[in-house]
């Protein structure tokens, strides 16, 4: 093995993914059919029996790491879900929200023992980084996910498994000292005021997004549309920022005659000024960490190249944090990597460049083999990903990059050269403008569908890399990567024809938030039946995992006129919202409703919703003890004490105790015959 730190990062990763992901029958397949792959690549590739053992020992120490990470640190906090505790903490990060909330998170011990980072939602208390909260009496639970966001394995990526359920007295004690993140966090917030009032809202938001990483600026609207087109990379601070940094210091400091390692040196201060600034996000740390070994490499004359960079950055980042693989950020930032520094070079090696149409080409080509490589990891982060990236990223990303170099001179002369706001604004504009037009093809994006087909596509580019790694053939490499896509392509589209043939009824939300979400064939229609102010992102995330674009009516049944302006912003990014000639929007409050269409009836009292196919499904309100002895009943809003509970045809959307079946977020799929099941979203 030539180059053992490619193989000993791929040995570490792979123990960690197994050690915390993979555990249980499926897992040991899995690790069983990689076994095989490697060992008959390795036969192929000349491995000796010591290069083996390398990869097997790496694999164990990452495996075994992951277990005991899991022992010490996860379990031994999560002993105290659920306990009445003590803690006492310093505010390590905290989230400005809107409706006046912050989310914060502390630094600290429970009880005075365990040391832990726990999660607290709050009115703003007015505390800053460095503060310390001492909470007398708290109950901690679980960070659970909900439908719209996976707030479990985001939090645990950054360590922090329980949050404060409830706690009786708060005391803080304010620490006005000088603290680092304090200080920047204040210049951060005013290098952006001072850009949204010289270029207006959107494109101060997006120019912060590209510069510090700010997304919560950016209209949701506007990012959905920079997503689809496939340019949302842009938004996360990585290799880009920290290349350009580094060339422009490296430029500069070349003209000046500057010795080599001071340069070296000044490049580190400036990326490490970065990584604070933007609240350390490992994407940068990743690229940090590469930009200094190829460097270091030819200061000290040895030969680095990027797959080797790649993987000496990922194993020391796994290293120092085995939880790092939960986070989809690194995970995107090492394919996005992979795919421009050794998957795209492999590939284009031979393609001529000499001419500006053939320059063009292979920067299409690079783009193509990249989108490539983060594909399979984008479907399974995201509700959908764009097929029209390589497009984007040609026309686009330089614009983008123009505009962030602009961003970067305004920053780096503490906001006195607001001259160069002006073209970043205009080039901004311009980006926005191409964004939303490649965003409305819905012929670019493939959606999710549901959590097995971003497994089956993982499978698929992973047996594709199997395959490089055991012929490293260009033609048979391009020749599996091709087959896995058309097999990727074939089997979306499948689930998708599959879905057209039955009635599906989608019912999100939970507790007092219900909404109703039905299709047909090509016909989708909503039911807003409990006027909750959330109803309407729960059916844009819907929307967007099944890649319907369709919509024939929205029904609001409380409070309608709030709801249908939220309903207007959710649903603008889908292209035929109350664009088709037969759409409707029907204000049902208070009033008895009838709906027929050929594959259904839908009624409404005022109270209850029955949807009477060849299956009935009804929904009540769960205070209301109505009881439907036929087909299945859907009880939404909170259970009383006098609540009965009927038998076996029900489910709540409640998470009381006792209530065996209640069940958030689901599909409620009707074959033609009036059977049903009930599949979790």
């Not at 009786?168 to 000088?178: G, T």
Request: hydrophobic content about 45%.
């Amino acid at each position: 093995m030539k180059r053992k730190m490619i193989g000993a990062a791929a040995a570490y990763m792979s123990g960690l993914f197994f050690a915390f992901f993979f555990t249980d029958i499926y897992g040991a397949a899995i690790l069983a059919a990689i076994s095989l792959i490697v060992i008959i690549g390795a036969k192929k590739r000349g491995f000796s029996v010591r290069d083996m053992c390398i990869i097997a020992v790496c694999f164990l120490t990452a495996f075994g790491i992951g277990k005991l990470h899991d022992y010490l640190c996860y379990d031994m906090i999560m002993n105290y879900s659920g306990h009445t505790s003590s803690f006492t903490g310093k505010v390590s990060d905290y989230d400005i929200h809107e409706r006046d909330g912050v989310s914060y998170v502390l630094d600290g011990r429970i009880n005075g023992f365990q040391k832990a980072d726990i999660y607290m939602y709050s009115n703003d208390l007015g505390i800053d980084y460095g503060d310390e909260v001492d909470i007398g009496e708290c109950v901690f639970s679980p960070i659970e996910s909900d439908f719209l966001f996976d707030s479990e394995t985001w939090n645990k990526s950054r360590h922090v498994f329980l949050q404060i359920d409830s706690c009786n007295e708060i005391v803080v004690h304010n620490n006005d000292s000088a603290n680092i993140r304090r200080i920047l966090r204040r210049f951060r917030e005013d290098m952006i005021g001072k850009m949204t009032v010289i270029m207006g809202n959107e494109t101060a938001s997006f120019l912060a997004g590209m510069i510090f990483g700010e997304k919560q600026y950016l209209d949701d609207n506007i990012r959905t549309s920079l997503y689809r087109s496939g340019i949302g990379h842009v938004l996360a601070v990585s290799g880009l920022h920290v290349s350009i940094i580094a060339a422009i210091v490296m430029r500069i400091f070349r003209r000046l005659h500057l010795n080599k390692y001071a340069s070296f040196a000044a490049v580190n201060l400036l990326l490490t000024f970065l990584i604070i600034l933007t609240n350390y996000p490992i994407s940068a740390i990743r690229a940090a960490i590469m930009l200094d070994i190829m460097y270091s490499a030819r200061l000290f004359r040895r030969q680095s190249d990027p797959l080797n960079s790649i993987a000496a950055a990922s194993l020391i980042i796994c290293i120092f944090d085995p939880y790092v693989v939960y986070s989809g950020g690194f995970m995107l930032s090492l394919s996005g990597t992979f795919g421009i520094a050794v998957l795209a070079p492999f590939m284009t090696k031979n393609m001529p460049k000499d001419t500006v149409i053939r320059r063009i080409l292979f920067s299409f080509a690079t783009a193509v083999w990249t989108t490539i490589s983060i594909f399979p990891v984008s479907l399974f982060y995201f509700d959908e990903t764009s097929l029209l990236s390589p497009v984007s990223n040609v026309l686009i990303v330089g614009i983008c990059t123009a505009a962030m170099i602009f961003g970067l001179l305004f920053i780096i002369t503490g906001g006195a050269f607001t001259l160069v706001l002006y073209p970043a604004k205009w080039l901004i504009s311009a980006v926005f403008d191409v964004s939303e037009f490649i965003s409305s093809l819905s012929f670019g994006r493939i959606p999710r569908l549901n959590d097995t087909i971003p497994k089956l596509i993982i499978i698929f580019g992973a047996a594709a890399v199997g395959i490089y790694f055991c012929f490293k053939n260009k033609r048979l490499t391009s020749v599996s990567i091709a087959a896995a896509m058309l097999l990727s392509v074939i089997i979306v589209h499948l689930s998708w024809l599959n879905n057209r043939n039955d009635l599906i009824i989608a019912v999100l939300g939970k507790g007092n938030n219900a909404v109703v979400v039905i299709t047909a064939g090509t016909r989708t229609d909503i039911f807003d039946i409990s006027g909750h102010y959330r109803s309407p992102e729960y059916v844009r995330k819907y929307l967007m995992i099944k890649g319907i674009d369709h919509i024939d009516s929205l029904a609001l049944s409380r409070n309608s006129p709030s709801q249908s302006v939220a309903y207007s912003y959710e649903l603008e990014p889908f292209t035929d919202y109350g664009k088709s000639a037969e759409y409707r929007e029907i204000c049902i409050e208070n009033e008895k409703y009838e709906f027929c269409s050929e594959n259904m009836i839908v009624t409404y009292d005022g109270n209850e919703l029955v949807i009477d196919d060849v299956a009935e499904v009804n929904f009540l309100p769960a205070k209301g003890n109505h009881i439907y002895e036929n087909g299945l009943t859907v009880y939404y809003g909170n259970i009383t004490k006098s609540t009965v509970i009927p038998p076996d045809n029900c489910i709540f959307l409640d998470d009381a105790d006792g209530v065996v079946s209640g069940l958030n977020n689901f599909e409620i799929i009707i074959s033609d015959s009036g059977q049903y099941k009930i599949r979790s979203l």
